[in-house]
């Protein structure tokens, strides 16, 4: 069994706003979600991010919720509300009660492990507090979202850095297709902003305190982000029988591992899992219209990047449009596979490629064109989205506008 998989509901939570509808608006608006950081957190090095806006957890949870919700847990939730929300189905029917929750992170629970370390070594407290475990595991999100919606069919985490999301998003097409499920709610969530965590990445040396400019002469490193993306994906069959709005077809996935070098990007790998997606899909390259690229801004990523679509595509790359929008939702780590994958999805639907906001100069060894800030109509029948993860986890995910 193979069946088609399409998309038909969204949800985002992100530094460009707390639904699908504003993230789309702002990305294809080309505004940067780039911040100066307003942490009560000291001696960090790290001066900007992209946090989510004026975001009050009172307002989506009761207080007895809240005691089991770490941040990342939090997002995951309400992105995946809306995603239900915006597919037409409802928490409680058969099709949620019975659909899969795959939920990535690179992180979990961070904020309350960090939480739990000033307990015990900072105010010398002799206890954890006794729901350290389920709060902050790294399937707690999972849990949570499983909770919230009434989902009680398979319900895990996957974690594989930043392309948790993408291969949580892979992995419920999997399912649908063999027939396991007829509805999946997956995505990955990601709140990295703790001490430890920002003393870690000011530590890899790979953190700009300038803006996020991928592809550009003067990128200088990536800037983080927190958020969670959320995709219900069904069978075409079902959607179909209960006249869902279908966004677009996932219509191919292809995933490798570099099994080198645990954080510089390697060709091969790249292109190896770009072709994989397009033959799983039975995509030619020539089909393809955009591509939403990892882009992080490191000087490696974006060479490495540029070098892959190059060999993927030959001629035809110079005619792709590409662009990354973590230049404007930065990165959300495994988070951020699933939010470009919903601005990917977007942008077929819509026929609005979104712009690499921040956009001055190309580096001499990136040749393409990357939609320099503004945004382009331009209407696609093909996209890939491409993930590509510390440790050399690479993911790619090839949609199609559907009919």
């Not at 490191?298 to 929008?325: C, H, P, W």
Request: aromatic fraction near 6%; glycine fraction near 8%.
């Amino acid at each position: 069994m193979n069946r088609r998989v399409v998309i038909t509901g969204l949800g985002a939570v992100s530094g460009l706003g707390l639904n699908a509808t504003t993230f789309w608006q702002e990305l294809i608006a080309g505004q940067s979600a780039i911040r100066p950081l307003k942490l009560p957190i000291e001696n960090i090095k790290i001066s900007i991010g992209a946090l989510v806006p004026e975001f009050d957890p009172e307002c989506h949870f009761s207080s007895d919720d809240l005691t089991l919700l770490d941040r990342f847990s939090q997002l995951a939730v309400i992105a995946a509300r809306e995603a239900v929300c915006d597919a037409g189905l409802c928490s409680g029917e058969d099709s949620i009660r019975q659909a899969a929750a795959i939920i990535g992170s690179g992180c979990g629970g961070k904020h309350t492990d960090e939480a739990t370390y000033d307990r015990l070594y900072k105010q010398q407290r002799s206890r954890a507090h006794p729901l350290t475990i389920p709060k902050g595991m790294p399937s707690a999100a999972a849990s949570m979202v499983s909770k919230h919606l009434g989902i009680k069919g398979p319900t895990f985490a996957l974690a594989s850095a930043c392309a948790s999301g993408s291969h949580a998003i892979i992995q419920g097409c999997t399912m649908i297709q063999s027939g396991m499920v007829d509805v999946a709610l997956v995505g990955a969530s990601d709140a990295p902003f703790t001490f430890g965590l920002l003393k870690s990445w000011e530590a890899l040396r790979v953190a700009t305190d300038d803006t996020c400019r991928p592809f550009c002469a003067d990128r200088s490193g990536i800037v983080l982000g927190e958020g969670a993306g959320m995709v219900v994906l069904e069978s075409e069959q079902h959607a179909k029988a209960r006249s869902a709005r279908i966004y677009a077809e996932l219509a191919g996935c292809g995933m490798t591992s570099d099994a080198g070098h645990i954080t510089r990007p390697d060709i091969t790998g790249i292109s190896s899992a770009i072709i994989n997606a397009l033959n799983y899909a039975g995509i030619d390259p020539d089909e393809v219209d955009y591509v939403n690229a990892h882009g992080t801004a490191t000087q490696a990523n974006d060479i490495a990047e540029t070098a892959a679509i190059n060999q993927v595509f030959g001629d035809r790359a110079k005619k792709l449009a590409v662009s990354s929008t973590k230049s404007m939702h930065g990165h959300a780590l495994g988070a951020s596979s699933a939010l470009e994958l919903i601005a990917s999805t977007l942008a077929i639907y819509h026929g609005i490629i979104p712009p690499t906001a921040n956009f001055t100069v190309a580096d001499e060894q990136c040749d393409l064109d990357y939609v320099p800030n503004i945004a382009r109509e331009q209407e696609m029948d093909v996209a890939i989205s491409n993930s590509f993860a510390f440790g050399g986890l690479n993911s790619v995910i090839a949609i199609r506008k559907h009919s």
